[in-house]
């Protein structure tokens, strides 16, 4: 599917009334019974691209069916389906990550990791999974530290393999090696326990907020990742403050100082100091609009 691997301009958000129409989306997802996990990257890539429309997250999902078709029907036990992956994405399609990826935002977003065959290890982890889930595999995700990959079978019997290396195969030592290298502490069992859906999505979340924080600039980025983080079941309270943050840095004075003032609301119970703290930020954000 050449037409498929098209490149991409840089993503800016969409317009607001497809916003709003996004977040409803994501929040009805993963409210629901069994969060889709696709469905979920696709929505996350919907917020960060105005490009992205119904009919482009159709043919993302339709690129993740056309690529299980490829894999051999069942081939065996955890190994065999490993190794099946890694010859058909890391190895034909070039499915793989380099340090280059972790400045793109395209990293982050499942659409743009289909299209261009790169991405973080967690979105080449999503493509691994969302495949050979749809193939029958007995997959599914891994949070190492610092470094996602993907694991296959029961944990007696359980292969790791790592996207972000074109599905190499990991052994016991190459596990503890990249947890060392991301935390300096050793390998853990309770570690290599399968993701849930929703874990995936809030370190995806992470991600973007990371890049964002780092590039002023796109503030716009920072907040509709928050915005969605926001959304979930559930989150951490301190998320409303990072929001209250983004949006007076982007002058949105009154929605800040709002926000500021419901986050003081809910941290008074627990430290009446720092809620005096952030009232008196929410303020000094009114006051930037004499």
Excluded at 34 to 44: E, G, Q
Excluded at 98 to 105: A, C, I, V
Excluded at 174 to 188: F, K, R, S, Y
């Amino acid at each position: 599917m050449k037409g498929y691997q098209t490149a991409m301009p840089s993503p800016h958000p969409p317009e607001p009334e497809r916003a709003a129409e996004v977040r409803r989306r994501f929040a009805e997802e993963a409210r629901s019974e069994r969060p889709d996990l696709a469905a979920l990257c696709l929505l996350i890539g919907a917020a960060a691209d105005g490009t992205l429309d119904e009919a482009g997250s159709d043919a993302a999902q339709i690129e993740l069916d056309r690529l299980a078709g490829q894999l051999p029907f069942r081939p065996g036990g955890a190994l065999p389906w490993a190794t099946a992956l890694a010859e058909l994405l890391g190895g034909r399609c070039g499915f793989r990550g380099s340090p280059g990826d972790y400045q793109r935002l395209e990293s982050s977003l499942l659409h743009a990791v289909l299209r261009r065959r790169r991405g973080l290890p967690i979105l080449l982890s999503v493509v691994w999974m969302e495949v050979a889930r749809r193939a029958g595999a007995p997959v599914y995700g891994v949070a190492l530290p610092g470094h996602f990959v993907v694991g296959f079978g029961p944990a007696e019997q359980q292969v790791l393999a790592d996207p972000f290396d074109g599905g190499r195969v990991l052994s016991g030592s190459d596990a503890e090696l990249l947890v060392q290298g991301a935390t300096g502490a050793p390998l853990d069992p309770s570690m290599l326990v399968p993701a849930p859906p929703l874990d995936v999505v809030v370190r995806i979340l992470n991600n973007v907020r990371a890049w964002a924080a780092a590039r002023p600039e796109r503030s716009d980025v920072g907040l509709w990742a928050v915005e969605l983080a926001l959304l979930l079941p559930s989150h951490p309270a301190r998320l409303r403050y990072e929001r209250a943050q983004l949006l007076v840095q982007r002058g949105e004075f009154l929605e800040g100082a709002a926000e500021l003032e419901a986050y003081a609301e809910v941290v008074v119970a627990v430290d009446e100091g720092a809620a005096e703290r952030v009232r008196g930020l929410a303020r000094a954000a009114r006051a930037m609009l004499n």
